[in-house]
């Protein structure tokens, strides 16, 4: 298994433009994550979602959005790129085991965003 | 106040060291404890998972819960340069899809 991998790993923006931070997880779980991580701030929770076709809002949305057409993906889309949206961008999904809680979040690697 | 507040260190020890992370919150109706290890320009991993109250034990780690007090601790014995790396605690309500919400996290460096 993969686990999660998200692309690119690596991305220099222009104040404005738009993009697409992809995330994909091969273990067949229902919850997936978007966090960014900025400097002494931890892990600030972006989007969620329970499921396909079911997404939510988590404590810092504006200027994002995602989808969830697969049970695999869950890409996130910056629209209108700010230099407020500098971040490391983590990736992460999780299952209940026999409706037991693990604990356990899988993260991707990361993705470094850069807005100039 | 934050929910949950975590010393961002850098905390630096010299190998063999007994260490000790502290997190403390302030939601009362958190049920879940985590810890997370985090290398540098990697994502967090899981460490440690504790349920509601008291003590676990993995190995050189040692996760504490103490709910009365809103606090929760990582010990870690005999302490490893691999080590070296950020922790960062984790809790979670009942329900609530799965949300976790984390401390910033605590830079450690086990030195030689």
């Known amino acids: 298994n993969a686990g999660v991998t998200q692309t690119p790993k690596f991305r220099i923006l222009k104040i404005g433009q738009s993009m697409t931070l992809q995330c994909t997880q091969d273990m067949n779980h229902n919850y997936m994550y978007w966090y960014r991580q900025d400097p002494g701030m931890g892990l600030k929770l972006i989007y969620y979602s329970v499921g396909a076709g079911i997404t939510d809002k988590g404590e810092v949305p504006n200027g994002y959005n995602v989808s969830r057409s697969t049970t695999e993906d869950f890409p996130l889309r910056l629209e209108l790129a700010a230099p407020s949206q500098t971040s490391v961008y983590f990736c992460a999904s999780t299952e209940f085991l026999d409706r037991v809680y693990t604990g356990e979040l899988f993260f991707g690697e990361g993705s470094r965003l850069t807005v100039l | 106040q934050k929910e949950v507040e975590q010393d961002p260190g850098p905390l630096s020890v010299p190998e063999g060291a007994i260490v000790s992370l502290n997190c403390t919150y302030s939601n009362s109706a958190f049920q879940y404890f985590m810890w997370y290890r985090q290398y540098s320009r990697k994502g967090p991993e899981l460490l440690m998972y504790?349920?509601?109250?008291g003590n676990k034990e993995d190995g050189r780690f040692t996760a504490q819960v103490d709910k009365s007090s809103k606090y929760i601790s990582l010990f870690i014995r005999d302490s490893q340069p691999s080590d070296s790396a950020t922790y960062l605690c984790?809790?979670?309500?009942?329900?609530?899809?799965?949300?976790?919400?984390f401390g910033t996290g605590t830079q450690l460096k086990v030195e030689l």
């Open positions: 984790a809790m979670k309500l009942t329900g609530g899809g799965n949300k976790l919400t």
């Open positions: 504790t349920y509601s109250s």
